[in-house]
């Protein structure tokens, strides 16, 4: 936290612990970030308003941004707020290591998420046309053979940890047949996956295993066409080159799985522990869209979207902002933002306007893919599982967070044995 002459500092205009030395400022990484990353949002939203001063992993300076107008303000505005890194003034001047985590999420790829304008455009229509075309092509039918597959896994023993069992594969094992992988890959993508969203020391080895595999599925594709994403990636008029299809498999397995995994839990999460949900969804009166939607507004998958650099200096939520700074998104302290949520019990139902699929050009693609495998998921399970229910109180689920999510570590539930 900055002390009181930062603040004054602050009100004066400039912000010196955000572009000299650290000043004490909040890490969204480490032991307490891992437990209580909302109580840290809360803390900054107190002492700095709507825009923070933050340190991430490495001790790399950013700007977290917790007000909900300002992150749409980041997001719909591309010229002011590039996605493009290679403005981003620490990474120019030699601050911010090769092998640092952070270069996972950050990193300039030849993608459509680290561009803007029309080179966005190319390779983001690529990544649509083929996202749009898999939806039309029976997901619903993977997901319930996938989704069977697993709970025929645990369905005799009377119990489960659905994070483990359930939730934490199921998602890549659907992602593998879209992709044209083997099923067999799938648990080894999604342990890979998630070290890259965690970051640490372990995060550029998993980043290189993942693009090994993805370069080889490319390669395997050219000669043994499918219909499969890859290679309707491969065929697009928008004539990707090698490195862009690879780095495009990337982009779409890792925040596919990672974004569909956590949600997934926090889905059964809520439904678990609410009867009232449970008993609607087992009868039919209530549907899944309207526990998804409610969790995107209160736990959304990723809680923190990397990131944004200004283009020039400017001014954001009453914080003066340097061109070249990097801005992360606090998508969870945004949707509850007390300027425009002031009672956050307040039922969201038909209200869309969460932050969770990100804004603006960059808005995630893959809503209508994300959404089929929640759905399907939650279904086959109500009915695979009679009885289902928590075999824990409530109160002692947990979660554990990294700068990016905060992930359920668990949730134990019982129900009857087949």
Same mark, same amino acid.
């Given at each position: 936290m900055t002390d009181h002459s930062d603040n004054e500092a602050e009100a004066a205009g400039g912000c010196p612990v955000m572009h000299g030395g650290d000043g004490g400022l909040t890490r969204l990484y480490g032991p307490q970030a891992a437990i209580d990353p909302q109580g840290i949002y809360g803390r900054l939203r107190k002492e700095h308003g709507a825009v923070a001063p933050v340190l991430l992993e490495g001790d790399v300076r950013a700007?977290?941004?917790?007000?909900?107008?300002?992150?749409?303000?980041?997001?719909? %505005?591309?010229?002011?707020?590039?996605?493009?890194?290679? /403005?981003?003034?620490?990474?120019?001047? @030699?601050?911010? *290591?090769?092998?640092?985590?952070? /270069?996972?999420?950050? @990193?300039?790829?030849?993608?459509?998420?680290?561009?803007?304008? *029309?080179?966005?455009?190319?390779?983001?229509? =690529?990544?649509t046309d083929n996202l749009d075309t898999l939806a039309g092509r029976g997901i619903r039918r993977h997901v319930t053979h996938f989704a069977n597959k697993q709970i025929d896994a645990f369905a005799g023993k009377g119990s489960a940890d659905l994070v483990i069992e359930y939730a934490e594969y199921l998602p890549m094992l659907v992602l593998t047949r879209l992709f044209g992988l083997p099923a067999a890959e799938g648990r080894s993508l999604a342990v890979s996956c998630a070290q890259v969203l965690k970051g640490g020391p372990d995060a550029l080895e998993h980043n290189d295993r993942i693009m090994e595999i993805l370069g080889e599925l490319a390669e395997r594709k050219r000669v043994e066409p499918g219909p499969d994403f890859t290679t309707g990636l491969l065929a697009h008029t928008a004539g990707l080159d090698e490195d862009e299809i690879v780095s495009h498999l990337r982009l779409v397995l890792i925040t596919a799985h990672t974004t569909t995994s956590n949600l997934l839990a926090r889905v059964l999460e809520l439904v678990l522990t609410d009867a009232s949900r449970l008993a609607g969804l087992v009868s039919g009166q209530r549907s899944i869209s309207e526990v998804v939607e409610e969790v995107m507004w209160n736990t959304p998958p990723l809680a923190v979207l990397p990131g944004r650099f200004a283009? =020039?200096?400017? +001014?954001?939520?009453? $914080?003066?902002?340097? +061109? #070249?700074?990097?801005?992360?998104?606090?998508?969870?302290?945004? %949707?509850?933002?007390?300027? /425009?949520?002031?009672?956050?019990?307040?039922?969201?139902?038909? %209200?869309?306007?969460?932050?969770?699929?990100? @804004?603006?050009?960059?808005?995630?693609? #893959?809503? %209508?893919?994300?959404?089929?495998?929640?759905? $399907? =998921?939650?279904?086959?399970?109500?009915?695979?599982?009679p009885g289902l229910r928590l075999s824990v109180p409530a109160d002692e689920l947990t979660s554990t967070a990294s700068t990016w999510e905060a992930r359920l570590d668990a949730l134990p539930v019982e129900f009857a044995a087949q």
């Open positions: 700007w977290l941004v917790l007000g909900y107008r300002e992150s749409r303000r980041v997001l719909d %505005n591309p010229l002011q707020f590039s996605r493009d890194s290679r /403005i981003w003034r620490d990474w120019a001047e @030699g601050g911010v *290591e090769e092998t640092s985590p952070l /270069i996972q999420m950050l @990193g300039w790829r030849p993608d459509c998420v680290s561009q803007d304008g *029309e080179p966005h455009r190319r390779l983001r229509r =690529a990544v283009t =020039a200096d400017l +001014e954001l939520g009453g $914080t003066q902002v340097k +061109e #070249g700074d990097l801005l992360v998104l606090g998508l969870a302290a945004g %949707n509850l933002d007390p300027e /425009i949520r002031p009672d956050s019990g307040v039922s969201v139902h038909g %209200n869309q306007s969460h932050l969770a699929f990100s @804004g603006g050009p960059h808005e995630c693609p #893959g809503q %209508n893919i994300g959404q089929a495998i929640i759905g $399907t =998921a939650v279904d086959v399970l109500l009915h695979r599982l």
